[in-house]
């Protein structure tokens, strides 16, 4: 038998190899609320406008309440060979109220319909994108503020670069969230218009009211070109490359966690809750939560590729390819999630190890700096001549086998006579970081600003 949206033109029924490769109701049932709540809307309006009569609307917007509950109870029989959502709920509405189910597709399409569904879909989750990040950002500035003026080393090359505060390193990820955060709310902003009323692509001859439904949906106003309204999926690949970006700043707080929870390493323990042991090796705590989020972000970059590839070659308007965009967003989107509150869970729960971290801090030459600003500040040499007399310094230690600290006077006159007994105060970490005062450096007086204005910020 054929079609029984589109039977009309039609002498036989599909294939079932077509059935199955034209079906999306595996996956956009998840838009099941979102597409009931942009029928009730269209359908309020069509009666408002004289569209409709009351009693019709009435009687769909009913019906349609009865659909969401039946699917919500995990009661709904959803059909393949009804394709897709859409006509899996409207099919069902005919069952429940007859006729006038029939008047709900009036100006309207599923193509500006599915484009509406989509769009709610992925404006809840910005917000709950948006609402974790929060929360993972309050993890890192109770850290923060916990340490803000603990030592530790600071790499670049993954060596050991200069001393700088635990604190200031966890306010490092706050900036980077803080930024992901900002480009959460800025796509919000974009793409919060309405497709709907769109149509199929050109608009309607009836005189529909997308004002009316725009606001009822929430939407700030109507998208404003209906060809652009129904082939636009912008709004999801924003959310994509927000999240792929946010999952990049994961992974690399992963990776660091992976790094400092180690036994070479002891900078964090992280808490049994969110740890795992060996079936084999009794002593071993292992950071899985960590690197799962580590590789759960490959699938996040992946769909943000995979749908610019999609959408990279399409003629205007609307194309079944299309189709392609909600199981990557899905998918993304459920990864995104857990990981950033398995991650949330993991910064909460963390110890910062401050012995090891102050242990560290101190080695690895890491006031070699300190040491050469203070030959051009004390003695007025140029920086290029400080910094070649600190390296001899250093290969004298390295031969040694001490730190800079432990070298005597004698043995630093050796290598630049002037050199006086002040040089030692700058040797020490605590005094190389509180010397680091110039704005966003690391000093602790630095530091506890920013916690107070990320605090401020986020009230
Ligand atoms: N299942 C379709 C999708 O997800 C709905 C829109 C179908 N529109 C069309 N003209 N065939 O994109």
Redo the contacts with the bound molecule.
């Keep these: 038998t054929s079609n029984q949206m589109w039977g009309g033109r039609f002498a036989a029924g599909p294939d079932a190899i077509m059935e199955a490769i034209n079906a ?1 109701i595996g996956f ?1 049932k998840r838009l099941a609320a979102q597409d009931i709540e942009g029928s009730r809307a269209h359908a309020a309006m069509l009666a408002s406008t004289g569209i409709l009569t009351d009693k019709d609307a009435k009687a769909i917007r009913e019906g349609l309440l009865t659909v969401l509950s039946e699917i919500e109870s995990g009661d709904f029989q959803f059909s393949t060979a009804l ?2 959502i ?1 006509m899996n709920v409207e099919a069902r509405l005919k069952e429940i109220i007859g006729e006038p189910a029939g008047r709900l597709h009036t100006g309207r399409s ?2 500006d319909q ?1 484009a509406t569904d989509f769009k709610l879909w992925v404006r809840d989750q910005l917000d709950a994108f948006e609402e974790a990040l929060v929360t993972l950002i309050q993890a890192f500035l109770g850290q923060a503020e916990q340490g803000a003026d603990w030592v530790m080393p600071g790499f670049t090359h993954l060596q050991t670069a200069q001393p700088v505060t635990w604190g200031h390193h966890m306010m490092a990820y706050v900036e980077m969230f803080g930024r992901d955060l900002s480009r959460v709310r800025d796509a919000r902003a974009r793409m919060n218009e309405s497709p709907l009323g769109a149509a199929a692509l050109a608009g309607t001859s009836f005189p529909i009211d997308r004002d009316m439904t725009a606001k009822e949906l929430g939407f700030d106003r109507p998208a404003a070109n209906s060809l652009d309204a129904v082939s636009d999926r912008d709004f999801a690949l924003e959310f994509l490359s927000a999240a792929s970006i946010c999952a990049m700043h994961l992974s690399r707080l992963a990776e660091e966690l992976v790094i400092w929870s180690s036994a070479q390493f002891r900078f964090v323990a992280l808490s049994d809750r969110f740890s795992t042991g060996s079936s084999i090796m009794p002593q071993k705590k292992n950071p899985d939560a960590a690197e799962l989020i580590r590789a759960k972000i490959g699938r996040i970059f992946g769909a943000n590729v995979a749908l610019m590839t999609v959408m990279k070659g399409l003629p205007l308007t ?1 194309s ?1 390819d ?2 392609e965009d ?1 199981e990557q967003v899905f998918d993304a989107a459920d990864n995104l999630m857990l990981a950033l509150a398995a991650m949330n869970g993991m910064v909460r729960d963390m110890t910062a190890n401050r012995e090891s971290l102050e242990a560290a801090a101190g080695s690895g030459f890491s006031t070699a700096t300190d040491l050469a600003d203070w030959l051009v500040r004390v003695l007025g040499l140029p920086f290029r001549e400080a910094h070649h007399i600190t390296g001899a310094l250093v290969a004298m230690a390295e031969a040694k086998g001490c730190d800079l600290p432990e070298l005597s006077l004698a043995d630093m006159q050796s290598v630049h006579g002037e050199i006086s007994e002040s040089v030692y105060d700058v040797l020490g970490v605590h005094n190389s970081v509180a010397s680091r005062t110039s704005y966003g450096g690391t000093a602790p007086v630095r530091v506890r600003e920013q916690i107070a204005r990320w605090k401020e910020a986020l009230k």
């Design positions: 999306s956009d394709e897709d859409h599923r193509n599915v609307y079944k299309m189709q909600k």
